[in-house]
């Protein structure tokens, strides 16, 4: 289907752009078999963008498996961080994907997480883009961003 590296780059944007609007509207990325009939094409030929895009680093698939995992800032997966935007609930793959998600939203959210250290539930909430009172707690990231794909699932 795909013949050239023209079409292939232009089906693997419109894979992802069916990756988004699903999640968006159901809270959890779709199968493959989902994105095909969204698309018009074959699961077969919607595996194999799922792969390319797997490698380019935009989407993260269970582990061999064509299954999305992550579709940043998305886990398909319950995570420790819970996100409800309005009546949708999502789950983040860490806490810079929890604030991430309001932000691509472009909407108010209330994030429900715990401490690491205490198991204290900790709540944040983001209204105009912004965090409202964001009390005393500090964010931690263990690992630099440059090196977040080294191991994508523990970081």
Do not use: K
Not at 85 to 108: K, Q, T
């Amino acid at each position: 289907m795909v013949a050239g590296s023209g079409d292939a780059a232009s089906f693997d944007r419109a894979v992802r752009v069916a990756v988004y609007r699903y999640t968006v509207a159901e809270g959890v990325p779709p199968s493959a078999t989902e994105i095909a009939q969204e698309v018009g094409a074959t699961t077969a030929d919607v595996e194999t963008s799922l792969r390319r895009l797997a490698d380019g680093h935009v989407l993260v698939l269970a582990s061999g498996t064509t299954s999305i995992w992550m579709a940043a800032p998305f886990s398909a997966i319950p995570t420790p961080f819970s996100v409800s935007v309005g009546e949708r609930r999502y789950f983040a793959n860490c806490i810079w994907d929890a604030l991430g998600i309001p932000a691509c939203l472009h909407a108010d959210a209330v994030i429900d997480t715990h401490c690491p250290d205490c198991a204290a539930p900790l709540r944040l909430e983001v209204r105009d883009g912004a965090l409202e009172e964001p009390g005393e707690g500090v964010i931690h990231f263990a690992v630099p961003a440059a090196r977040w794909w080294d191991d994508i699932g523990s970081t």
